[in-house]
Structures are given as structure tokens and as C-alpha cells.
């Protein structure tokens, strides 16, 4: 599914219907399919666009001049996203439990090298050992990411959104963007991967300490957008804090929202920019 967003329309079977249409079944998806809270974002979400209908984009490309200037840092009023925090608080625990399971059998491993297990030792025991030695690793593996995104954040203000990940901080300046939009895909029967899409106006830097992981090279939607985009994942809980904040301060900059291929997240381009690193 997509949009076209000089026209303020968007293609479903073969006709143009408006984009607000489209809007209100993607969200009656996640009504069918979300639980009782998701389906109150999804309701305060269907708001918000009836309130603010879709701008189309040359609107949103003149009205950049109009917005305010940039600041050194976030607003103390901008709209703070925990990410990390919530990660950590429901991924943490899940490693420390795997992380146990790997221990006992780290510590299987040591008897059986030592020769003190009791009676003989199966291959069925060996493969389950080798079970709770990968889910431990994975634990390691899961606890390390974690504890190390513990303190990003996603902050929206009138200049731009920010990106903090506990050290480092940057900006994408609304006044630099063509449009915004929502991108979701289906995980499995009944849940959604969610990403806040910023499509830039000009060039962007692909390496920059902070941002270059969120880059993404895709075939634009609307052949206004460029391939180059900024693509932002975050967790389904913040959906309608997300899209509020965004409707908030650039409501002429919102495409809407459009459902992709399952694993549209994607992972950014590592090798390339090690490559530009090295030159």
C-alpha cells in the first residue's frame, strides 16, 4: 500500500481513494487485531486525523520558511520518548533468564568434561545441553543491547526531532523535511512493527554519528520523495504520543500512514558506511 501525497490520495485495488479512507482501515486493522489498549491509541490516533487532515506536499515543501528557528537542544516542553527505558524494563529480565538457563548448562558441561554426571550420557542430554549453551549466549547477546540502549530517547519539539542515545545528540530540523509519515508492517497473526519515516528535502549525511543508523535507501513512494529517508522504528505503546507530537508541530509536513511488506524495518547500510569511513 502506498500514498500519493500531492494529491492527497492513496491506490487501493486499482482506484484512488482518499487518504483518510485508507487511514481508517489500517487503523481498523489494529482495532481487530490489537488488545483494549492498543485499540484506545488507535481511537485517540483516528482523532487526530480528523482534526488535522492531510496537507498535500507543495504545501508542505512552502510552508517550511514559516517554521521556527533551530535551538542548541530540545525544548523543555518537547515531548520526550523513552525507548531505551522501555526496552531495558521488559528485555533485561528476559536475559538474565536466559542467561540462567545458559549457566546450568555451562555447569552440565563442566561435569560431563569431568566425568561426574550419573549414569550414561544420551545424545538427546547433549543436544539439550547444547539448547540451554545457545540461549544463554543469546541472553549475553540481548542483555548487552539492551543495558547499552537503556538511555535512548526520542524527543519532539518545534525544531525537529531529536535523537539521544545517552551521549551523543542530534537533530533532524522539521524545516529540512518534505513530509512525514507512518510505516507498519504485520509480526506474526496479531502484532505490528511500527516506524516514524522522515523524508528529507536535500541531501543528508549517511554518516553521521548518530543518524547514519536510522538511513535508509528505498524506492520512493511518491516520485516527489527522494530514495534517501531517515527511518525511525519505535515500540507500538508510544503510537499515539508519537503521531500527536508530529501532528503537533508540522501538521502541514504528515503523509499519513502506509502498511509494508513484513520486515520493513530493514538494517542500515554497515558496510557501506565503513567503506566511506575508509576513504
Known amino acids: 500500500m502506498g500514498f500519493r501525497r500531492a494529491l492527497g490520495e492513496s491506490h487501493e485495488g486499482g482506484a484512488f481513494v482518499s487518504g483518510a479512507r485508507v487511514a481508517r482501515r489500517g487503523l481498523a486493522l489494529v482495532v481487530l487485531l490489537g488488545g483494549g489498549k492498543q485499540r484506545e491509541q488507535v481511537n485517540a490516533v483516528r482523532a487526530l486525523g480528523r482534526k488535522r487532515p492531510l496537507a498535500t506536499l507543495r504545501a508542505s515543501l512552502s510552508s517550511r520558511t514559516m517554521l521556527p528557528p533551530h535551538t542548541p537542544s530540545p525544548a523543555p516542553d518537547a515531548t520526550v520518548i523513552r525507548t531505551g527505558r522501555r526496552g531495558a524494563v521488559t528485555g533485561l529480565p528476559c536475559s538474565v533468564l536466559l542467561i540462567a538457563i545458559g549457566a546450568i548448562g555451562v555447569f552440565g558441561a563442566v561435569v560431563i568434561a569431568t566425568g561426574n554426571q550419573k549414569g550414561e550420557f544420551t545424545a538427546a542430554g547433549f543436544a539439550g545441553l547444547v539448547f540451554m549453551l545457545a540461549l544463554g549466549a543469546l541472553g549475553v547477546f540481548l542483555f548487552i543491547g539492551h543495558w547499552a540502549n537503556r538511555r535512548n530517547r526520542i524527543l519532539l519539539d518545534h525544531t525537529g526531532l531529536w535523537v539521544d542515545n545517552g551521549k551523543l545528540r542530534n537533530v533532524i530540523p522539521w524545516q529540512t523535511l518534505a513530509g512525514v509519515s ?31 543508523g536510522l538511513v535508509r535507501d528505498e524506492e520512493p513512494l511518491h516520485p516527489g520523495l527522494p530514495r534517501l529517508r531517515y527511518r525511525l522504528p519505535f515500540p507500538p505503546a508510544f503510537l499515539q504520543q508519537m503521531v500527536a507530537a508530529v501532528q503537533q508541530h508540522v501538521p502541514q509536513l504528515w503523509l499519513g500512514e502506509s502498511e509494508r511488506a513484513t520486515g520493513h524495518i530493514g538494517r542500515p547500510d554497515v558496510k557501506g558506511h565503513r567503506k566511506r569511513g575508509l576513504q
Open 182 to 212: 507512518l510505516y507498519w508492517s504485520k509480526l506474526g497473526r496479531s502484532q505490528k512493527v511500527y516506524s516514524l519515516e522522515l523524508f528529507p528535502a536535500g541531501p543528508i549525511d549517511q554518516d553521521d554519528p548518530v543518524l547514519w
